[in-house]
Nanobody, 122 residues
């Protein structure tokens, strides 16, 4: 069992930056690939970024490549999402999730946080 708690969301102007954190409790955090997803009102939950168990392998949605960076600290049991050059279309609730597989498919993720709101004003 893994419990996930996101933080770091907020209101930012277009072009600004935010850093999201996701703190995990429970056993064997380092054994789970982790991912960030987002969901805007009236839209489906979309994959944003993923990271492998060791942190070496990362992968991104095309819409955020070059702007967002995912990382993890297996000592602190935390995964991060650094978001730069934010756009109004990045506005959404952002969720972190833990999976048994390194995947972009939200259905494969077993544990989810409660989400944190990111709002980008134009």
């Amino acid at each position: 069992q893994v419990q996930l708690v996101e933080s770091g969301g907020g209101l930012v102007q277009a072009g600004g930056s935010l850093r999201l954190s996701c703190a995990a409790s429970g056993r064997a955090f380092s054994s789970y690939p982790m991912g960030w997803f987002r969901q805007a009102p009236g839209k489906e939950r979309d994959f944003v970024a993923g990271i492998g168990r060791s942190g070496v392998n990362t992968y991104y949605a095309d819409s955020v490549k070059g702007r967002f960076t995912i990382s993890r600290d297996n000592v602190k049991n935390t995964v991060y999402l650094q978001m730069n050059s934010l756009k109004p279309e990045d506005t959404a609730v952002y969720y972190c999730a833990a999976s048994l597989l390194a995947t972009m498919n939200w259905g494969d993720y077993k544990y989810w946080g409660q989400g944190t709101q990111v709002t980008v004003s134009s």
